[in-house]
């Protein structure tokens, strides 16, 4: 794929007996917003950690840039500018908003294994994160356990963001939260895309994908089901990529689902 920032090529992946993914092609572009859709075990978050590094494909190849690619780690990934925030992503609940940005990344001077952490710097550096993604928070001293759900996802969003990050991958963020910080999130997406972030977003809502994305692809069973610019399909094509059909068959009885 001629341009891809990132690109899959024929990911399987085995757990055992299980076949998580068979034979799948995967590719974004720099600054496009990709939706990936898909029922409950599709493949979804498999392929996600696998783009990430979490996970190791049992075949296939990765090509970033232009250039094969191997990652044995999230590390190897992240230095190349994949972040990935997870489906149950962990924020760290007793510690501040600007700690849990840099968490184990700190700003400060090495002295052999040790980092001195510098906080004066870590502080100002969140806030102005924080700003440019027009993220509000009363305070980056705050707990990230007092805040609520979509600020804490915001913040799980700022911290993949923090480094330089030009793919980042986003598993179901707006799963959990209520209708206003839906809003927000979505937002931060295309904020991120106006700053020339790739963003993959893995959502159940059709609103989600419809609000910030250039493309939306679905698996199914593990398998490329199909994929279109979203100019070209609609909420109830989708819908029926993810239970498996394709063409306009789908009734208005599903207009109204998520
Ligand atoms: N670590 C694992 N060990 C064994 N099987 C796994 C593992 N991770 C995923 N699977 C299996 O792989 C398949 C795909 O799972 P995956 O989590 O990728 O689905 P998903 O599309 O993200 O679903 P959901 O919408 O429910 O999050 C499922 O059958 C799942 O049980
Ligand atoms: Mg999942």
Redesign the pocket.
């Known amino acids: 794929m001629a341009g891809a920032l990132l690109e899959a090529r024929g990911i399987s992946k085995y757990?055992g007996a299980?076949t998580?993914l068979r034979d799948v092609n995967f590719h974004v572009g720099p600054g496009e917003v990709v939706g990936v859709v898909?029922d409950?075990?599709?493949?979804?978050?498999?392929?996600m950690k696998i783009l990430s590094g979490l996970f190791v494909p049992s075949e296939g190849e990765l090509v970033f840039d232009g250039r094969p690619v191997s990652f044995r780690s999230p590390k190897d990934a992240q230095r190349l500018g994949i972040e990935m925030v997870h489906?149950d992503f962990a924020l760290a609940g007793n510690m501040p908003i600007y700690e849990n940005i840099y968490l184990g990344r700190e700003p400060g001077w090495r002295l052999g294994p040790l980092t001195v952490v510098d906080h004066r710097r870590a502080r100002r550096m969140a806030a102005e994160h924080l700003n440019r993604l027009k993220i509000h928070v009363k305070s980056i001293d705050q707990n990230t356990e007092d805040l609520s759900g979509g600020q804490r996802q915001a913040v799980a969003i700022a911290r993949s963001t923090a480094f330089d990050a030009k793919l980042v991958i986003m598993d179901?963020p707006t799963a959990a939260l209520a209708i206003k910080e839906v809003g927000k999130v979505l937002d931060l997406v295309r904020s991120l895309k106006e700053h020339g972030v790739a963003v993959i977003i893995i959502s159940?809502r059709m609103d989600d994908i419809f609000y910030c994305c250039d493309r939306v692809m679905a698996?199914y069973q593990?398998t490329n089901f199909a994929e279109s610019p979203l100019g070209t399909t609609s909420r109830n094509e989708v819908i029926g990529w993810i239970m498996g059909t394709k063409g306009h068959t789908q009734g208005l009885a599903h207009d109204n689902m998520h």
């Not at 409950?40 to 392929?47: R, V």
């Open positions: 757990f299980i998580a898909g409950n075990g599709a493949g979804k978050s498999t392929l489906q179901e159940h698996l593990g």
